[in-house]
């Protein structure tokens, strides 16, 4: 986000210039580069505004590979629902932020949280999370590096519990799982059948 303001103002000083040493078709590609990047920004701010993530007072820390990287730890086993429940939020919020690093980071953390306590967190999952969005990741729309960990997520979701199972092909699941079925790799292939036959 801090590039794109300086990258404003440089072009900025650009247009003042009359020469236009890059030429006006240049300076009109980068202007419209700019713009979208600034209305990317403007999206994914009013994701976390939405999500209400940058209200709350549970602890954060700095992602180890990444020290701008502000996330939530993951909740221990007993945490009170209400840390789950940001949790939860947290990682609903950064699936829908167009960067595919926060969409497959989401898809782990999702990953780690249900291992804690699967049926427990399938059903809050459910509950708190917007279920057709985390499905949408399996289409073939999606980036294909994400397929992976949506469908391992799916696969837990549908297996856990009567409830996740339920809301997961209520959400409109087996469509997306028939696809990987007969385009996907063995690995995905595996995960899609399990869920599409259980």
Not at 37 to 42: F, R, T, W
Not at 45 to 58: I, M, W
Not at 160 to 186: Q, Y
Request: aromatic share 2%; glycine share 4%.
């Amino acid at each position: 986000m801090l590039s794109t303001p300086c990258n404003l103002r440089s072009l900025s000083t650009l247009c003042l210039d009359q020469d236009l040493p890059g030429g006006k078709l240049l300076l009109q590609s980068d202007i419209d580069i700019a713009a979208s990047a600034l209305s990317l920004h403007c999206h994914n701010l009013h994701l976390l505004l939405r999500s209400d993530l940058l209200h709350h007072n549970a602890p954060l820390a700095l992602s180890a590979d990444d020290s701008t990287t502000i996330v939530l730890p993951l909740p221990a086993p007993s945490a009170s629902r209400a840390v789950l429940t940001i949790f939860v939020r947290d990682i609903f919020a950064r699936l829908q932020i167009v960067v595919l690093d926060l969409k497959g980071k989401a898809l782990d953390s999702h990953l780690e949280l249900l291992a804690t306590n699967p049926v427990k967190i399938s059903c809050l999952v459910v509950e708190k999370e917007d279920v057709p969005s985390l499905l949408h990741l399996l289409d073939p729309s999606a980036h294909s590096l994400l397929h992976n960990s949506t469908a391992a997520v799916v696969s837990l979701l549908a297996t856990t519990s009567d409830v996740s199972c339920r809301a997961v092909f209520e959400g409109g699941a087996l469509g997306p799982l028939l696809h990987l079925i007969d385009s996907g790799l063995v690995v995905l292939k595996e995960h899609a059948a399990t869920r599409s036959t259980h």
